[in-house]
């Protein structure tokens, strides 16, 4: 749905920092959007691998362009690691506004204070 290659996946895994960069690309693509939030991991209680460990997730937001990414390790659960997923992708996200915000127009750097 978001055009997230299959080269990619099997280069780098489906939960991996390129895959979530292609989502956010591909959401914005698909809706439109200037910006988009997307993550890609195991949140468990299953689907881990050795070298991927239940608990890993790869988040990614930002503009076609432009992103931030982030990967969350330790496994707390899966309830725990979902709700720790989405906080990290929203303040993530808000740290990249804030900062485009700066970009734009360095007047208003007094934001991130």
């Known amino acids: 749905m978001l055009g997230v290659k299959a080269e990619i996946?099997?280069?780098?895994?489906v939960v991996s920092?390129?895959?979530a960069r292609e989502m956010v690309r591909g959401a914005c693509r698909l809706f439109g959007t200037d910006y988009a939030?997307?993550?890609t991991g195991y949140a468990g209680p299953s689907g881990g691998t050795e070298s991927i460990p239940v608990g890993t997730i790869w988040?990614?937001?930002g503009s076609v362009d432009n992103m931030k990414t982030?990967?969350?390790?330790?496994?707390?659960?899966?309830v725990q690691n979902v709700e720790?997923?989405?906080t990290e992708a929203l303040k993530l996200m808000l740290d990249f506004l804030l900062k485009e915000s700066?970009?734009?127009?360095?007047?208003?750097d007094y934001y991130l204070a």
């Not at 982030?70 to 899966?78: E, H, I, S, V, W």
């Not at 700066?102 to 208003?108: F, I, L, S």
């Open 17 to 19: 920092e390129e895959v």
């Open 84 to 86: 720790r997923a989405t």
């Open 9 to 13: 996946i099997d280069t780098y895994d």
């Open 102 to 108: 700066v970009r734009n127009d360095p007047a208003k």
């Open 37 to 39: 939030i997307a993550s």
């Open 70 to 78: 982030k990967c969350l390790t330790g496994d707390l659960g899966r």
């Open 59 to 61: 988040i990614a937001c």
